[in-house]
């Protein structure tokens, strides 16, 4: 079964305005941690925000904030203000206690346009 | 502070040959692992070191994939036959320990191409 699941494929969004991705997650574990990544078309993986399964608060992080609803596992990705250069495929992933691994979903494209 | 860097960024190779990319950590992370990631889709583990030790290795093709980590350091992931299917982009990854709460911070990848 799918761990992430990420809805979105594809995404516009104009330039300054805000742009919210979807991620909805899946597990039996009380204890576990929530990613998001970006990837630009360079390749390399940039980390951007990080969520606990306790965390009373909602994390920000600059233009980034994550909008975590536990009873309906999802943790929503708010990017503010958006600028030309956040156009990147970007991925939620979780991680649950005893399973070392990252688990990634299958990536949301983002394209700002001037 | 340094970030996890990986060479060669590009490798073209013929069906069959062999192929080995490199990765070093971040000063001091412990924990080092090898990704996966084929075109449009997210990563997938393939192994994960804590130190020079071998933690999960459950989705590396044994058959022709194998790496090390011999000095608790940087570390060799080879593939020898490659496969067509191989063609990806091979992320490696570090983090200071295995906790749920530990970020991994990735390399640029090798982004690997089989003819």
């Known amino acids: 079964a799918q761990k992430i699941t990420q809805t979105q494929p594809g995404m516009f969004v104009q330039e300054k305005e805000a742009v919210t991705l979807d991620c909805t997650y899946d597990t039996s574990d009380p204890s576990y941690g929530l990613f998001w990544y970006k990837q630009p078309s360079s390749g390399e993986m940039i980390f951007l925000i990080y969520q606990g399964s306790y965390d009373q608060q909602n994390a920000t992080e600059g233009r980034y904030s994550l909008n975590f609803q536990k009873a309906r596992k999802s943790a929503n990705l708010v990017i503010s203000a958006s600028q030309l250069g956040d156009s990147a495929m970007y991925f939620c992933?979780?991680?649950?206690?005893?399973?070392?691994?990252?688990?990634f979903g299958a990536g949301t494209t983002v394209t700002v346009r001037a | 502070e340094a970030g996890v860097a990986q060479s060669p960024r590009y490798k073209i190779i013929e069906k069959r040959q062999s192929v080995a990319f490199w990765c070093n950590p971040i000063s001091g992370h412990a924990t080092l692992y090898w990704y996966q990631q084929i075109l449009g889709q997210g990563p997938k583990l393939l192994i994960q070191?804590?130190?020079?030790?071998?933690?999960?290795d459950s989705q590396l093709p044994k058959d022709r994939f194998s790496a090390e980590r011999l000095k608790g350091v940087d570390s060799t992931l080879k593939i020898q036959p490659a496969k067509l299917e191989d063609s990806a982009v091979y992320l490696c990854?570090?983090?200071?320990?295995?906790?749920?709460?530990?970020?991994?911070?990735f390399g640029p990848g090798t982004r690997l191409t089989v003819l």
């Open positions: 070191f804590q130190n020079n030790g071998v933690v999960d």
């Open positions: 992933a979780m991680r649950e206690v005893g399973d070392y691994k990252l688990s």
């Open positions: 990854a570090s983090s200071p320990g295995q906790g749920v709460t530990d970020t991994q911070y």
